[in-house]
């Protein structure tokens, strides 16, 4: 999901044109083969009474309103009163009256302002809250100055749910204080080529990890799947996305055709969904890819068959960002065939006035037929009830001290702590903490880099330091870590004399990207430097510890030969003082802190770059997944054709 605009309207011209020609034959679903699971905590008899009540009073025009959204950049409170919608988003780089910069305040009264008029008493209109809806995928992070925490691919090296399950907690508590009740998260695909640019929204290729993470990242985002009136407790509605297999694109094309087997799709790609509903997720995602051929939001078979049949889900689905258009025979402003295949509400962020008359013609005319309304509407005013819309106070908004607090900090520091991957090390780490560093490359005082896609604006690519107020840069706090052990930056100009480096630590990697501009189309290769620096610095006898930002696992073959050490760190948010407390040891030489993350994801590090998905790379030119070095001793084997070795740097200071 995401804002789109022009740029993106002309990239997608000719793939959303051949979408409209003729479907292509459904395939095949068996849905007694899939999982069963039900909900938890959606059902109850007394809402179910009260939904009743609500469907009998409201007009057809007013359930028609309930299942459109409308992005903010396109709607004001004021169109509530003629037009009824049920929901509005604030997509990627929206922000409050076009100012995507705005403060927590601001955004709060921007929620408090559509709220108000969704509850207003007028004649011919039953007052239901509004719903709204953001995707804060990696902390609140449409909003300056919230606390970012690593991207998903980075939790996944963490190997610790209850670890996922707090950031959840932290992530909608911070919404809660916006008046924001609904993440458009957690993302479950299981991506299976890295060249697709929404690898890093993954936590794994593997299927359990995910399965795991999955139910610990609904709990953390509601609260216990039982807990009613979520928003009194500082919880928002999560979102179970984008469904399904949208990680098995082929050649990992964004928004492409996922043509695996029905068998390979449950037992790798449904995994999450299950544990997620399980867990009592309150929503679905429909994904913008195909399954062999046809569209997700036009797949009757998998939207109502599996999802709200065979796994029992009793919230509600809602489409991505226009998704409804790309099926044959409908456009942005007119599709019933999406409402009828089990999208229960449109995401429609610019066309929805069209789409709203539209779709009330479809059911007047009988194309929409009254009881598939009635059915989207019951399943969007449950999860409203069970999310505690309609209760008149909401004791999180506001609250000031909660928003980027000095505990959410130390816990996204921690995980930045748990993500990080060492490749490589021959006895370089840990660094002493009274040494001379040298830190240098694009990404050492980059918070934005650092942070990736999905940061302040959709892409991420044009934020600064600023926009990060209580953030700290890597550069930032190698520099809080020596300076706490005797030790300081050196700036480089000196490479031979009085004050040569000890040590340097080159921060490079990918520059931010988010959904269709991130793939790789060729070869898996993506660093952003030559190797120049990295090899002058070798020449000159200055020992080198690369610490590598990105959003999937690239081939770095030359970068890791020319590495004393080589770290994976992801994007790890706005708290870079977590790779110092790796990083840089005691003055004596002792860890503060070892390396605990492993690979969620292989990693290529064969002679060639990668063309084509890892699972064709022969294992001899990768590194396996749960590979991870550490100062006490990994114990993991050395990789055949790996740079890495598993020596044990326990007590050898890094720097001679």
Not at 281 to 305: C, D, E, F, I, R
Request: hydrophobic letters at 40%; one cysteine or more.
């Amino acid at each position: 999901m995401s804002v789109r605009g022009s740029i993106c309207a002309a990239l997608l011209a000719c793939a959303c044109i051949a979408s409209r020609a003729a479907a292509p034959a459904a395939p095949v679903i068996h849905p007694g083969s899939w999982p069963a699971a039900h909900s938890r905590g959606l059902v109850d008899e007394r809402t179910e009474a009260r939904i009743s009540a609500l469907l009998v009073q409201l007009s057809v025009a007013e359930k028609v309103g309930q299942v459109i959204q409308a992005d903010v950049a396109h709607i004001t409170p004021d169109d509530l009163r003629r037009y009824p919608l049920g929901s509005v988003l604030a997509g990627g780089g929206a922000g409050v009256n076009g100012n995507k910069r705005a403060s927590a305040a601001q955004w709060l009264q921007m929620a408090r302002e559509f709220r108000a008029v969704s509850l207003e008493g007028r004649p011919d209109h039953v007052p239901i809250p509004v719903m709204f809806g953001i995707d804060a995928v990696h902390g609140h992070n449409n909003v300056a100055g919230a606390v970012i925490y690593p991207h998903n691919i980075g939790l996944g090296a963490a190997h610790d749910a209850e670890l996922v399950r707090r950031i959840g907690a932290a992530t909608a508590e911070e919404m809660s204080v916006t008046g924001i009740d609904w993440d458009f998260a957690p993302a479950l695909p299981v991506p299976q080529d890295p060249r697709w640019g929404r690898t890093y929204e993954g936590y794994s290729q593997d299927p359990a990890l995910v399965s795991r993470y999955a139910a610990a990242a609904v709990e953390g985002l509601q609260g216990a799947a039982e807990l009613d009136g979520k928003q009194q407790s500082g919880h928002v509605a999560a979102t179970a996305k984008h469904y399904l297999g949208d990680g098995a694109t082929q050649d990992g094309v964004d928004q492409g055709d996922s043509r695996v087997s029905e068998a390979e799709l449950i037992r790798t790609h449904a995994r999450g969904y299950v544990a997620a509903i399980d867990a009592g997720v309150l929503t679905v995602m429909a994904s913008y890819s195909s399954w062999q051929g046809q569209k997700a939001h036009g797949n009757q078979a998998l939207l109502t068959g599996v999802l709200k049949g065979r796994m029992g889900f009793e919230g509600f689905v809602v489409g991505d960002w226009n998704g409804h258009g790309q099926l044959p025979g409908c456009s942005n402003e007119h599709c019933a065939a999406a409402f009828n295949a089990g999208i229960d509400m449109f995401m429609a962020p610019d066309g929805w006035r069209a789409l709203y008359g539209h779709t009330l013609e479809d059911v007047r005319s009988g194309a929409i037929p009254l009881s598939r309304l009635d059915d989207a509407v019951r399943r969007i005013l449950r999860v409203k009830f069970r999310l505690g819309l309609f209760a008149a106070q909401r004791p999180y908004e506001g609250r000031a001290a909660l928003f980027a607090s000095a505990a959410h900090r130390a816990l996204a520091r921690e995980a930045v702590r748990k993500s990080l991957v060492l490749l490589k090390n021959d006895g370089v780490l840990p660094i002493r903490a009274n040494a001379r560093v040298l830190v240098t490359g694009p990404g050492a005082d980059n918070i934005g880099m650092q942070c990736g896609g999905w940061t302040i604006s959709w892409q991420g690519d044009d934020t600064s330091n600023a926009d990060f107020p209580q953030g700290e840069s890597i550069q930032a706090g190698l520099e809080a870590a020596l300076a706490a052990g005797g030790g300081r930056l050196v700036d480089g100009h000196d490479l031979g004399g009085n004050d040569r480096p000890d040590v340097a630590v080159v921060v490079y990697g990918e520059k931010p990207y988010a959904e269709m501009f991130g793939d790789l189309q060729l070869a898996l290769y993506n660093v952003g430097m030559t190797l120049e620096q990295l090899r002058k610095l070798r020449r000159q006898g200055i020992p080198v510890v690369t610490v590598f930002l990105s959003g999937r696992p690239l081939w770095a073959r030359p970068e890791l030969d020319s590495s004393n050490a080589f770290v994976a760190a992801w994007l790890p948010g706005t708290e870079g003082g977590g790779i110092a407390d790796v990083l840089v040891a005691d003055a004596a030489g002792r860890p503060r802190h070892d390396f605990s993350g492993s690979l969620s994801f292989e990693w290529p590090n064969g002679a060639v770059p990668v063309r084509g998905p890892l699972s064709a790379v022969p294992a001899a030119g990768k590194y396996p997944l749960g590979f991870g070095l550490s100062y006490a001793g990994s114990g993991y084997a050395r990789p055949a054709g790996s740079t890495a070795s598993p020596k044990s740097a326990a007590g050898a200071a890094a720097t001679r």
